[in-house]
């Protein structure tokens, strides 16, 4: 699945990919190919530190995922 996440301070398109198979998905952005979001069937919390925004991406969690 493929859904739109944000712009960049330069004015670039981010978007959310979205991959699943058995009980794990990950959520990659089109950012650098930056792994967004890991998560496993019957756990509550996501497996990665994430931001719902994508300057946080371009500042100081630059080097996350």
Known sequence: MRRPFGTTS???KVEAL???AGDLSVTI???GAT???V???GVAYPLTLRSK???A???PMGYYG
């Open 10 to 12: 330069d004015g670039r």
């Open 18 to 20: 979205s991959l699943h």
């Open 29 to 31: 952005l089109t950012l």
């Open 35 to 37: 792994l967004h979001d």
């Open 39 to 41: 998560r496993l069937k």
């Open 53 to 55: 925004d994508v300057a």
């Open 57 to 59: 991406y371009e500042g």
